[in-house]
Nanobody
């Protein structure tokens, strides 16, 4: 049973920064895709960043250049560094994990079976 726990969310002013972390446990896969998703009220869950077992990142256009995903595989932890935050970044942020198939990791929420409980990020103008 894969268990994911996010931390690091909270309120921040526009232009500020936050770092989210996700610690995982319980998976037996040798190659793992890790992803960060976000969901604002009334909107679909959006895949914003993924990282593959070889540390290859992928980003949504909405966060490219502002957010950085990284992982510490020894610690089973994935981070999302968020800079230049905007009010539009306000959402619940979720960590997700899935066995990696192929070279790239998908950014579709439906491709992931394992989810954390989420951490709220609120950006004020």
């Amino acid at each position: 049973q894969v268990h994911l726990v996010e931390s690091g969310g909270g309120p921040v002013q526009s232009g500020g920064s936050l770092r989210l972390s996700c610690t995982s446990s319980g998976y037996g896969y040798t190659r793992l895709c890790m992803g960060w998703f976000r969901q604002a009220p009334g909107q679909e869950r959006e895949g914003i960043a993924t990282i593959a077992s070889d540390d290859t990142p992928r980003y949504a256009d909405s966060v490219k250049g502002r957010f950085t995903i990284s992982q510490e595989q020894v610690e089973n932890t994935v981070h999302l560094r968020m800079n230049a935050l905007k009010p539009d970044d306000t959402a619940m942020y979720y960590c997700a994990a899935e066995a990696q198939i192929g070279r790239d990791c998908p950014r579709l929420a439906s491709s992931y079976d394992h989810w954390g409980q989420g951490t709220q990020v609120t950006v004020s103008s």
